[in-house]
Every structure is written in structure tokens, then in C-alpha cells.
């Protein structure tokens, strides 16, 4: 019986450990989000939602693949505010 | 017998009369046919006509879905964050771009692509970097190249002729592939500079292949083309990026990636597309932009289209003529519906034919890969199903 224990505990703890591993094994590459910068090791549910307009990038080193993570879009961009048509100040 | 005679003849002349009205009719409905069949195909982005709209939705709803992300293609991105601590951003510094492609070679990628145009110097001991790179580099490796498609004076051919000589092209190693993709133009309105296929070839061009054909060939795939219209892939089920894609920052110097072991796991053995991801210049419109207005940058464009060739996915869309023949067929068949009027029940045949059009494009799309012109058949059914109602001779 204590045997049988024994081996559950241990079963249970490496499953964590290896799910909490392979979980962590993101690391971001690219970020334009405030808390995350390059170089860091993040889980998925560690993102979260972000805020409008921004992005994680990060790559799954368990699965060698990259993928982003995105804010909603930004707010609409008024007319005229794209490059090459910039308001003037008065306008 | 006069009388009768008399009513014989008036009864013939209002016969005359209702021919008149009916001839009349049936040329009012011929005419206003022909004005919205011109309108369709010049007004409405032709020549694939009016179903653009519904051959774009489809295709972004439609369209293969890889479970995971492919192991086959990697991108890699010079970006402005790439170029950010240098004075100019184009041509796109040679000396990182050797650099990348030396990451690459070191990597042991299948094949290395280069989506840039080299068509002016710039800086001289760069320009030597790169030629020295791609003379070193053991794997096949793709130039992209211009040629009498681009605008006279658009490019410098000739820099770009010699510089492709002073590489070494041509070579088993070394080849160069077309940038172009198509766009459909129209002479009456603005093109919505949509990419939907890559550039056709037309016998006066220099380079025959475009840049993902010689990508696949470089790489040792026997594969070709098998439609100029581009067959995409959504991005894969598990949330990850539909190709494996780097900023160029990350894999050389002291980047996140740079170690020869990280590299080696992440391109080798891959097609690795060198292109640019700059907010000013090579972004596109494609049919999966349609629910966001994304744009996506050429070289992932490259990367859809290599992926094709590896697949062997085709997405096939009816000729004009075909679409001609086909918006034809319908309004008649439509005409002929709208005439007989099953027992009346007008709305309920165009309720029935609206559906089985529906049904008949998803099905085409999904399983045969043909875009099927729903609007173009769905417009010119209802157009014929109403002429066909109200252009009935009543006089009986």
C-alpha cells in the first residue's frame, strides 16, 4: 500500500514538474508589451489578454514553432493619420 | 360578315400591338442584361467579375489548415528593429543580410531563398560581404530578380545582371526566381491590390520560375506549380504561426537564437525565405486580409506558394471565357425558371436556387479546390429568374 503511494506521489510530482517544464519552455523573442521582455520564459496562461494593439511573440522550444500572441486591434486610425498624410496641427 | 371582319382586323392590329409590347419588353430586359453584364465585368474588379467577395470568404474560411505548424519553410524577417542602429533601412543592409544567409549555410537549411531586389550598390565592403556569403554558402541558394515586367526605369537591370554574374549565377548552386505577383487591374477603377496569384510567365521575360519554383527546385523538390492561383494555408489549429518565423536580430551577433545548436534545430534542414517586414514597402492585401485588412509581407506570400508546391495543392478558378459561358448558361436557365413560374411559386424556386448555388460553391471549394463564381452565378440567375417573370407575354 505504501509502496503504491509512494509511486503515486512520485508519478504525480514528475507529471507536474514535467507539464510546469514543457509549459515554461516559451521564451519570448519579440514583445511590445510593459512585463515582458526578450529573453523570457513564459507560460501561455502567464499572458493573459493584451492590451489594444500590442503583441508577444515567443517560440515553443519543446515544439521548435513560433507563435504571436495579439491585443485586439488598435482603435480605428482617423482619416489622414496614415503615413504620408499627417495632419497638420491646425487641421 | 363585315362585322366580323371588321373585329378580325381589329383583333389583329391589337395581336400587332401586344407583339410590339412584348418585342418591346423582351428588348427593354435584353438591354438592361447587357448594361449589368458590362457594369459586372468592368465595374466590379473583373475579370474575376462581382465573386470576388464571396471567392475571397471562401478561401479565408475554406482554405487547408495544417494541425501544427509546418516543418518545412522557416522566415526569416529583417525588420526596422533589425536595421534600427543604422542610418538608412534601403537597400536593406548587405552586411546583415550576409550574416544571415552565413546563419542559415552554417545551419544546414535545405535551401536559402533571398526576397530582395539588388538592383543598385550600396555600400561597397557590404556589397562584397554578401557576395562572399553567397559564394561560401554550401546550400542551394535562390536570388529573387526582376525583369521586363517591372516599369521601364523602375530598376536597374544591368546592376542587377552583373551582380548575379559576379555570384556565380547561373549555377547547380545558385538560381534566381520572379517576385512578381498578380494583382488584377481594370482600366475603369482603382485595382484593390489584392494578391490572389503569383505573376504569369509570357515568353518575354527573362526568369521563367518565380522565386517559391525555385525555392522548391533548389531544395530538390520534383514538384511544380500546378495553379498560378495561390492555394493558401490558414494558420494551424494549435494557435502557432503557419511557417516558423524569426527576426534576422535574433539568430546573428548576440541574438536570442545565435547558438550554433539553437540554429541548427530551428533551420536545418528547412527552405529558410530571407525577406523584409517593413511597414513601408512589400506588404499585401491577400484574400485571408479580407476579415481584417491584414497586410502580410511578400516573402510570407513566397512561403504560401512554396508550401503549395510542396503539397501539391492547386486552386483552380474558372477562365473568363468559362465564367462567360457559365454566367450565360445560368441567366438562361434562370429565364427559363422565371418563365415557367412552377406553379407560381416564384420565390421559393429563387429561395431553392440561391441554396443549391450555395451548397454547389462550398462543396466545389472544399473538396475540388475550384473557386466557384457564386455571385457571378447567383447575380445572373436572379437577373434571368426576374426577366424571365416579368418579361412574360401575358396576351393570350
Known amino acids: 500500500m505504501y509502496r503504491h503511494l509512494q509511486t503515486l506521489v512520485v508519478m504525480t510530482v514528475a507529471s507536474i514538474g514535467l507539464i510546469g517544464a514543457a509549459r515554461a519552455d516559451m521564451v519570448v523573442l519579440e514583445s511590445t508589451v510593459s512585463g515582458f521582455k526578450a529573453g523570457d520564459h513564459v507560460e501561455a496562461d502567464s499572458i493573459g489578454s493584451l492590451p489594444p494593439g500590442t503583441y508577444i511573440k515567443v517560440i515553443d522550444q519543446a515544439t521548435n514553432s513560433t507563435r504571436t500572441f495579439r491585443g485586439p486591434a488598435a482603435a480605428d486610425i482617423p482619416f489622414g493619420a496614415v503615413r504620408g498624410l499627417k495632419r497638420k496641427p491646425n487641421d | ?396
Open chain 2, 1 to 396: 360578315m363585315k362585322t366580323s371582319g371588321f373585329h378580325e382586323k381589329l383583333r389583329w392590329r391589337y395581336y400587332k400591338r401586344e407583339i410590339l409590347r412584348r418585342d418591346l419588353a423582351s428588348s427593354f430586359w435584353a438591354a438592361i442584361g447587357i448594361v449589368f453584364f458590362v457594369l459586372s465585368y468592368n465595374l466590379v474588379h473583373t475579370p474575376d467579375g462581382p465573386q470576388h467577395w464571396s471567392a475571397d470568404w471562401i478561401t479565408s474560411l475554406l482554405s487547408a489548415r495544417h494541425q501544427s505548424q509546418d516543418k518545412r519553410i522557416a522566415l526569416v524577417y529583417i525588420t526596422s528593429a533589425t536595421l534600427q542602429s543604422l542610418p538608412y533601412t534601403e537597400p536593406v543592409d548587405r552586411g546583415i543580410l550576409a550574416k544571415v544567409v552565413t546563419a542559415a549555410d552554417q545551419a544546414g537549411a535545405k535551401a536559402i531563398g533571398l526576397d530582395f531586389v539588388f538592383d543598385r550598390a550600396s555600400e561597397p565592403a557590404k556589397d562584397a560581404m554578401l557576395s562572399a556569403a553567397i559564394g561560401k554558402a554550401r546550400v542551394p541558394l535562390v536570388i529573387g530578380a526582376l525583369d521586363a515586367r517591372s516599369p521601364p526605369g523602375s530598376a536597374n537591370m544591368n546592376w542587377q545582371n552583373d551582380f548575379l554574374r559576379s555570384v556565380g549565377y547561373p549555377s547547380s548552386r545558385l538560381s534566381a526566381g520572379h517576385l512578381y505577383f498578380d494583382e488584377r487591374r481594370n482600366p475603369y477603377i482603382i485595382s484593390d491590390h489584392v494578391v490572389r496569384a503569383i505573376a504569369p510567365y509570357d515568353g518575354s521575360a527573362a526568369y521563367r520560375l518565380s522565386f517559391a519554383e525555385a525555392m522548391a527546385r533548389a531544395g530538390g523538390s520534383p514538384a511544380a506549380l500546378k495553379s498560378s492561383q495561390i492555394s493558401w494555408l490558414l494558420p494551424p489549429n494549435d494557435g502557432t504561426e503557419t511557417f516558423l518565423t524569426l527576426s534576422a536580430q535574433n539568430i546573428i551577433d548576440r541574438g536570442l537564437l545565435a547558438q550554433a545548436d539553437t540554429l541548427k534545430t530551428l533551420l536545418g534542414g528547412r527552405y529558410v525565405i530571407i525577406g523584409g517586414n517593413f511597414d513601408d514597402r512589400d506588404q499585401h492585401f491577400t484574400p485571408l486580409s479580407i476579415s481584417n485588412d491584414a497586410r502580410y509581407p511578400g516573402a510570407s506570400i513566397h512561403a504560401q506558394v512554396l508550401a503549395q508546391i510542396l503539397d501539391g495543392r492547386a486552386t483552380y478558378v474558372p477562365g473568363r471565357l468559362a465564367e462567360i459561358a457559365i454566367a450565360a448558361a445560368v441567366a438562361v436557365f434562370g429565364f427559363w425558371i422565371g418563365r415557367k413560374e412552377i406553379a407560381n411559386r416564384y420565390h421559393r424556386a429563387a429561395e431553392f436556387a440561391a441554396a443549391l448555388v450555395l451548397i454547389l460553391a462550398t462543396v466545389l471549394s472544399f473538396l475540388a479546390h475550384f473557386l466557384f463564381p457564386f455571385t457571378l452565378v447567383f447575380f445572373w440567375g436572379m437577373i434571368g429568374l426576374v426577366a424571365g417573370h416579368y418579361g412574360r407575354w401575358k396576351y393570350t
